[in-house]
């Protein structure tokens, strides 16, 4: 069993970037696969990027693709998700979750890190 806490969400204007962090607990992190998701007001919540437990494949929402960046420090049993050029639309509490297959369900979630982008 995982489990994760997020930090770094804020405000921030549009245009600008913020780093989150999601901190794992357990000495296994580096066998899980991590994901990253939102939402927002009134909406589901929906994926945004993931990465295999290595490190060395990511997958990312059409819509944040060359604006995000997903990543992972297993030595410091961290995963990261830096976002760049940031967009009011994106907006939302974010998530970070975490697996052992390669498919499926995550089973394991953060409590969550409000990002608010301005205008």
């Known amino acids: 069993q995982v489990q994760l806490v997020e930090s770094g969400g804020g405000l921030v204007q549009a245009g600008g970037s913020l780093r989150l962090s999601c901190a794992a607990s357990g000495r296994t992190f580096s066998t899980y696969r991590m994901g990253w998701f939102r939402q927002a007001p009134g909406k589901e919540r929906e994926f945004v990027a993931s990465?295999?437990?290595?490190?060395?494949?990511?997958s990312y929402a059409d819509s944040v693709t060359g604006r995000f960046t997903i990543s992972r420090d297993n030595a410091k049993n961290t995963g990261y998700l830096q976002m760049n050029s940031l967009k009011p639309e994106d907006t939302a509490v974010y998530y970070c979750a975490a697996r052992v297959r390669a498919f499926g369900a995550y089973p394991y979630w953060g409590r969550g890190t409000q990002v608010t982008v301005s205008s």
């Open positions: 990465i295999n437990s290595s490190g060395d494949s990511t």
